[in-house]
């Protein structure tokens, strides 16, 4: 209803072009702590935001604003005024939008309360012990149904889930307590997957509570078994993402090989449309661009760019999209093999970052385990450091491949020459 | 001048009234916080520009809070039915009895917590700005910002773009119960600035910023910033990797509130304890940091963009010292958190958003200053770095273990500034010995609003924090 009477007033204000986004969310949301409920919630919101273009001396302006629930007519058409004055305030050098495109989601999604109660079931069915158990866990599953319009025709319905799983794992032995944190991101609930991890996490609880001080390694091959690894595939897929290219961050052409003198293994990365179970499978991106399967990058080599339209038509490039989800490949050895010799495997960061900018990474230990290449021990505390562009040219990563949401990537990577600050000698 | 509160919140109190009188007829305790928050953004680079009304703390909607059977229960929603609150009431108890139906299929026991005091209270508060974020001349302020980055790009030799934000939010929230009104409006601004420079395919930036409780007239600030930071990015390009090892380090006011941010803010927060997640639960009233550590926390503790006159939950802001010459005294603490404790909530319950649940969140985290100079600070160490630039940090609080990454270094010799630069660098070590080796605080002190804050990788929501330069021992990588 709402909707209807913006586009009259948009249309009688006579804007250049227009996308409207409608997103209607309804969440549940379940806090526990140990296994006792801490609180439920219910979220049921809808979000209509509107983006209005301006062309004027070979410019293209927008300007885009929340139309704030509860406007009224005189409130829209104010809103629109000022979207108006705004977008000739940005002088950004002019560019096309997406061709008008029609769909709507067929599928029905499974009832909100039912992926709840899975979540709430498997949490319940977990092989916890005396000295190894769950401290809190935080539940939230949403229904998500987001309508996109636009002034060139474009109307995009879409349907989707999303859910994540929050978990705080303790273990504990004499007066010792030790926690480990987990974020699971997925669509709906995959009972066996979080099972699994969780019980493994479980079991990592105990080793973090015999772990001694990381040794100071100097340089050392560190290897990635966790989610931290995709910190460094987006790296990667940052050098061939538009935006960075025009802004001159990313300094590859197609072509060239992503970062130089790749000497390891040679990553190959793709858009996915679609992965099992993942929160971000949709038809049609955030802009309205169809999404499809795409080689970004083959062998080491960046072949296609991806990103949002404006970057991409001031780079002279059509038909990209904002892809959901993301395939790495490329490895060429076993895990057992990765796992060969003097290395540190690191399970546990505080926060491992990768800049964007210019790939620094860097990461406190809170869990690892140092293979010298005959004794393996558990540490904890310390750093690692370096910059993935220089890294990149030893990468080794593993064939068989793991799924982190909207990731699916090698299951474990390895990287030699990483500084590794440790807290003994 | 005053920021006038918001009308449509003022239009939407008698029929949130409404509901929660219908409400009150099936559960024990009911309050709502109804938010309005208006806002800009302008982003302004070389190479593009953007502009939308969205902040991080733009907003307007409810949230429900409803208490029966030891258990609080809460509905978020931005659809207000004015014309039929009672229904709307109505619709709202029908699906939370569903949600709580579900709860009672699969078993759940409830965390049984007290009923919240609901005690007579009306409180109205505007709250001093200079310039409203609604009738800022954002003309003149594109111009401004591109004129800035434009400057930026003349003086940086190296420079490929030089990007500047400018935000500026009109914060309103109302909290209504049976028995209380209280309602704020206040303004905060934060702007940055982040040249980018490239050298031989090497590529450094610096980041610097400006933020108040106070309007647009804040960006002023930002030219400044961009000299300093266009030189920090240039300096950058020829800076070298440190070699890991534990120093004598000098942290300046950012870094110090990094600090004080993940090493005892995060550790404090007393909705942990209720987990049993902080070591810190265990260690009050001992001694955590030498005697030169006094840490303060709360909405009163400083005039910043997380300076409020009530939290999410209703509760007047306050000022902790949580640190007092180095024994732990208290953390903070939520409304729940408090019951649960059996301690009084200190006015740092807070929410991402309407949308959120209410978590005990930092507001303004603060070292207090000490009696030295910067010189003698630095004449003191015979080898180390004064770091400077914050990026980002973690907390730990289970294991007290901190994480800082930090910008650069300055190399210290004998008693001197050598010139030589490293970055960037990663500050790793266990709270009590960082805090522990404190040996010299400066006089000078700063306060940072810029960042946000996130509780374990979610929930983001504004803060600040600062103090002075501090000299301690720390481990870099």
Same mark, same amino acid.
């Given at each position: 209803?709402?909707?209807?009477?913006?586009?009259?007033?948009?249309?009688?204000?006579?804007?250049?072009?227009?996308?409207?986004?409608?997103?209607?969310?309804?969440?549940?949301?379940?806090?526990?702590?140990?296994?006792?409920?801490?609180?439920?919630?219910?979220?049921?919101?809808?979000?209509?935001?509107?983006?209005?273009?301006?062309?004027?001396?070979?410019?293209?302006?927008?300007?885009?604003?929340?139309?704030?629930?509860?406007?009224?007519?005189?409130?829209?058409?104010?809103?629109?005024?000022?979207?108006?004055?705004?977008?000739?305030?940005?002088?950004?050098?002019?560019? &096309?939008?997406?061709?008008?495109?029609?769909?709507?989601?067929?599928?029905?999604?499974?009832?909100?309360?039912?992926?709840?109660?899975?979540?709430?079931?498997?949490?319940?069915?977990?092989?916890?012990?005396?000295?190894?158990?769950?401290?809190?866990?935080?539940?939230?599953?949403?229904?998500?149904?987001?309508?996109?319009?636009?002034?060139?025709?474009?109307?995009?319905?879409?349907?989707?889930?999303?859910?994540?799983?929050?978990?705080?794992?303790?273990?504990?032995?004499?007066?010792?307590?030790?926690?480990?944190?987990?974020?699971?991101?997925?669509?709906?609930?995959?009972?066996?997957?979080?099972?699994?991890?969780?019980?493994?996490?479980?079991? &990592?609880?105990?080793?973090?509570?015999?772990?001694?001080?990381?040794?100071?390694?100097?340089?050392?091959?560190?290897?990635?078994?966790?989610?931290?690894?995709?910190?460094?595939?987006?790296?990667?897929?940052?050098?061939?993402?538009?935006?960075?290219?025009?802004?001159?961050?990313?300094?590859?052409?197609?072509?060239?090989?992503?970062?130089?003198?790749?000497?390891?293994?040679?990553?190959?990365?793709?858009?996915?449309?679609?992965?099992?179970?993942?929160?971000?499978?949709?038809?049609?991106?955030?802009?309205?661009?169809?999404?499809?399967?795409?080689?970004?990058?083959?062998?080491?080599?960046?072949?296609?760019?991806?990103?949002?339209?404006?970057?991409?038509?001031?780079?002279?490039?059509?038909?990209?999209?904002?892809?959901?989800?993301?395939?790495?490949?490329?490895?060429?050895?076993?895990?057992?093999?990765?796992?060969?010799?003097?290395?540190?495997?690191?399970?546990?960061?505080?926060?491992?970052?990768?800049?964007?900018?210019?790939?620094?990474?860097?990461?406190?230990?809170?869990?690892?385990?140092?293979?010298?290449?005959?004794?393996?021990?558990?540490?904890?505390?310390?750093?690692?450091?370096?910059?993935?562009?220089?890294?990149?040219?030893?990468?080794?990563?593993?064939?068989?491949?793991?799924?982190?949401?909207?990731?699916?990537?090698?299951?474990?990577?390895?990287?030699?020459?990483?500084?590794?600050?440790?807290?003994?000698? | 001048?005053?920021?006038?509160?918001?009308?449509?919140?003022?239009?939407?109190?008698?029929?949130?009234?409404?509901?929660?009188?219908?409400?009150?007829?099936?559960?024990?305790?009911?309050?709502?916080?109804?938010?309005?928050?208006?806002?800009?953004?302008?982003?302004?680079?070389?190479?593009?520009?953007?502009?939308?009304?969205?902040?991080?703390?733009?907003?307007?909607?409810?949230?429900?809070?409803?208490?029966?059977?030891?258990?609080?229960?809460?509905?978020?929603?931005?659809?207000?039915?004015?014309?039929?609150?009672?229904?709307?009431?109505?619709?709202?108890?029908?699906?939370?009895?569903?949600?709580?139906?579900?709860?009672?299929?699969?078993?759940?026991?409830?965390?049984?917590?007290?009923?919240?005091?609901?005690?007579?209270?009306?409180?109205?508060?505007?709250?001093?700005?200079?310039?409203?974020?609604?009738?800022?001349?954002?003309?003149?302020?594109?111009?401004?910002?591109?004129?800035?980055?434009?400057?930026?790009?003349?003086?940086?030799?190296?420079?490929?773009?030089?990007?500047?934000?400018?935000?500026?939010?009109?914060?309103?929230?109302?909290?209504?119960?049976?028995?209380?009104?209280?309602?704020?409006?206040?303004?905060?601004?934060?702007?940055?600035?982040?040249?980018?420079?490239?050298?031989?395919?090497?590529?450094?930036?610096?980041?610097?910023?400006?933020?108040?409780?106070?309007?647009?007239?804040?960006?002023?600030?930002?030219?400044?910033?961009?000299?300093?930071?266009?030189?920090?990015?240039?300096?950058?390009?020829?800076?070298?990797?440190?070699?890991?090892?534990?120093?004598?380090?000098?942290?300046?006011?950012?870094?110090?509130?990094?600090?004080?941010?993940?090493?005892?803010?995060?550790?404090?927060?007393?909705?942990?304890?209720?987990?049993?997640?902080?070591?810190?639960?265990?260690?009050?009233?001992?001694?955590?940091?030498?005697?030169?550590?006094?840490?303060?926390?709360?909405?009163?503790?400083?005039?910043?963009?997380?300076?409020?006159?009530?939290?999410?939950?209703?509760?007047?802001?306050?000022?902790?010292?949580?640190?007092?010459?180095?024994?732990?005294?208290?953390?903070?603490?939520?409304?729940?958190?408090?019951?649960?404790?059996?301690?009084?909530?200190?006015?740092?319950?807070?929410?991402?958003?309407?949308?959120?649940?209410?978590?005990?969140?930092?507001?303004?985290?603060?070292?207090?200053?000490?009696?030295?100079?910067?010189?003698?600070?630095?004449?003191?160490?015979?080898?180390?770095?004064?770091?400077?630039?914050?990026?980002?940090?973690?907390?730990?609080?289970?294991?007290?273990?901190?994480?800082?990454?930090?910008?650069?270094?300055?190399?210290?010799?004998?008693?001197?500034?050598?010139?030589?630069?490293?970055?960037?660098?990663?500050?790793?070590?266990?709270?009590?010995?960082?805090?522990?080796?404190?040996?010299?605080?400066?006089?000078?002190?700063?306060?940072?609003?810029?960042?946000?804050?996130?509780?374990?990788?979610?929930?983001?929501?504004?803060?600040?924090?600062?103090?002075?330069?501090?000299?301690?021992?720390?481990?870099?990588?």
């Amino acid at each position: 209803m709402m909707l209807e009477e913006l586009k009259e007033l948009l249309k009688e204000a006579g804007t250049d072009a227009w996308e409207i986004t409608d997103l209607k969310t309804l969440a549940y949301e379940f806090y526990f702590i140990r296994h006792r409920l801490d609180q439920n919630r219910i979220r049921d919101t809808r979000h209509v935001t509107l983006k209005v273009y301006r062309r004027f001396d070979g410019f293209l302006g927008s300007a885009s604003a929340e139309v704030m629930p509860g406007s009224d007519r005189e409130a829209m058409q104010k809103l629109i005024g000022e979207l108006q004055e705004r977008a000739l305030l940005i002088r950004n050098p002019e560019y &096309t939008l997406n061709p008008a495109v029609q769909h709507k989601d067929e599928e029905t999604l499974p009832e909100i309360g039912t992926i709840a109660r899975d979540f709430i079931e498997v949490m319940q069915d977990l092989p916890e012990t005396e000295t190894e158990d769950i401290n809190s866990y935080e539940i939230f599953t949403t229904e998500n149904t987001r309508r996109f319009i636009t002034s060139a025709g474009t109307a995009v319905t879409m349907v989707y889930p999303s859910a994540s799983l929050e978990v705080v794992v303790n273990a504990r032995q004499d007066r010792q307590e030790i926690e480990l944190y987990r974020m699971y991101t997925s669509g709906t609930c995959d009972r066996e997957m979080l099972k699994k991890e969780i019980s493994r996490t479980l079991q &990592t609880g105990r080793d973090k509570l015999r772990a001694e001080s990381t040794p100071e390694l100097g340089t050392c091959d560190v290897v990635f078994s966790t989610d931290a690894a995709l910190q460094i595939y987006e790296y990667f897929l940052n050098r061939v993402n538009v935006r960075m290219k025009y802004q001159g961050i990313s300094d590859i052409s197609i072509g060239d090989e992503v970062v130089p003198g790749m000497a390891g293994d040679r990553l190959s990365v793709s858009a996915a449309r679609y992965l099992p179970n993942s929160s971000a499978n949709r038809s049609y991106d955030s802009e309205g661009a169809p999404v499809r399967d795409l080689t970004l990058i083959r062998d080491g080599i960046a072949e296609n760019f991806w990103g949002a339209r404006q970057y991409a038509c001031y780079l002279g490039l059509d038909n990209t999209f904002i892809p959901g989800n993301f395939t790495v490949s490329g490895g060429t050895r076993t895990e057992a093999q990765l796992r060969q010799g003097r290395y540190l495997e690191v399970v546990e960061f505080s926060d491992f970052q990768v800049s964007p900018f210019n790939g620094d990474m860097a990461g406190e230990i809170r869990l690892a385990y140092y293979h010298d290449g005959e004794k393996v021990r558990i540490v904890s505390g310390g750093s690692v450091s370096g910059s993935v562009r220089e890294l990149a040219a030893y990468l080794c990563m593993s064939v068989n491949q793991v799924q982190y949401d909207r990731m699916l990537v090698p299951a474990v990577l390895r990287l030699s020459g990483v500084t590794v600050t440790g807290i003994a000698g | 001048m005053k920021a006038e509160f918001s009308e449509y919140l003022t239009q939407t109190a008698p029929a949130i009234r409404t509901m929660i009188a219908r409400l009150q007829e099936h559960f024990d305790y009911v309050s709502v916080l109804a938010t309005d928050s208006t806002g800009f953004r302008i982003s302004i680079s070389q190479k593009a520009r953007d502009i939308s009304s969205e902040t991080m703390m733009t907003e307007r909607g409810n949230v429900i809070r409803v208490y029966r059977d030891g258990l609080y229960s809460e509905y978020a929603f931005n659809e207000p039915d004015l014309a039929h609150p009672e229904a709307q009431a109505e619709t709202i108890r029908q699906a939370l009895e569903k949600q709580i139906e579900l709860l009672r299929l699969t078993g759940t026991e409830v965390y049984e917590t007290g009923k919240l005091a609901d005690e007579p209270q009306e409180l109205f508060v505007e709250m001093e700005t200079g310039t409203m974020p609604e009738d800022a001349d954002l003309d003149s302020l594109v111009k401004e910002l591109t004129a800035v980055s434009d400057a930026a790009m003349k003086q940086g030799e190296h420079l490929i773009d030089c990007r500047l934000t400018a935000q500026s939010t009109h914060v309103c929230k109302m909290f209504l119960t049976p028995n209380r009104d209280l309602r704020q409006s206040y303004v905060y601004s934060e702007g940055t600035v982040m040249p980018m420079a490239m050298k031989d395919g090497r590529m450094e930036y610096a980041y610097a910023g400006v933020a108040e409780r106070q309007g647009p007239e804040i960006f002023a600030g930002l030219r400044d910033k961009m000299q300093e930071a266009v030189r920090i990015a240039e300096e950058l390009l020829t800076a070298e990797r440190i070699e890991p090892g534990e120093y004598d380090v000098i942290t300046t006011p950012e870094v110090s509130g990094l600090i004080a941010h993940e090493a005892f803010g995060h550790g404090v927060e007393m909705d942990m304890f209720v987990k049993n997640r902080a070591l810190g639960k265990e260690y009050i009233d001992k001694r955590v940091g030498s005697d030169l550590v006094t840490m303060h926390e709360g909405a009163l503790a400083a005039v910043n963009v997380a300076s409020y006159a009530f939290d999410d939950e209703g509760t007047a802001a306050g000022d902790v010292i949580e640190i007092d010459h180095g024994i732990l005294k208290t953390g903070v603490c939520d409304a729940l958190s408090a019951l649960r404790l059996g301690v009084q909530p200190t006015g740092n319950g807070k929410r991402e958003n309407f949308e959120h649940k209410a978590y005990t969140r930092m507001t303004n985290t603060i070292f207090e200053p000490g009696n030295d100079s910067l010189d003698d600070m630095i004449a003191s160490i015979d080898y180390g770095y004064l770091l400077a630039g914050m990026q980002s940090g973690m907390e730990d609080p289970k294991h007290w273990g901190i994480q800082c990454i930090i910008e650069r270094g300055y190399e210290i010799r004998d008693g001197r500034l050598t010139g030589r630069v490293v970055t960037p660098i990663i500050m790793t070590g266990y709270v009590p010995d960082v805090l522990g080796n404190i040996t010299m605080a400066s006089r000078e002190t700063e306060v940072f609003g810029t960042g946000g804050c996130g509780k374990g990788y979610k929930e983001w929501v504004k803060v600040s924090d600062g103090g002075p330069y501090l000299k301690t021992k720390a481990r870099l990588g």
